[in-house]
């Protein structure tokens, strides 16, 4: 089942819809999804659904990323896990 953003208005509803989708599909529970992204958006979606968070990237996203906890690995940062 695809699920894309024309058939929702916020970024809640599409990552919420892509979780329903993918729990109907494979079975699972919400709360052992845990969310990847490279963006602010990415992170503050899945701190509005309550859902663990790890952010990745490279320049700004890793910076914009840190500035909100991440840790630093090499040349890539990541995003301690967030539950909310």
Known sequence: MLVTAS??????????????????????????IVSVGDGLW????????????LGI????????LSDRGGLAWKRIRLMRFVRT
């Open 7 to 32: 058939e929702h208005v916020t970024r809640e509803e599409i990552v919420t819809a892509a979780i329903m989708a993918a729990i109907s599909r494979h079975g699972g529970s919400p709360d052992r």
């Open 42 to 53: 990415d992170l503050k979606t899945a701190e509005a659904l309550g859902l663990s968070f």
């Open 57 to 64: 990237g490279t320049g700004e996203n890793a910076l914009v």
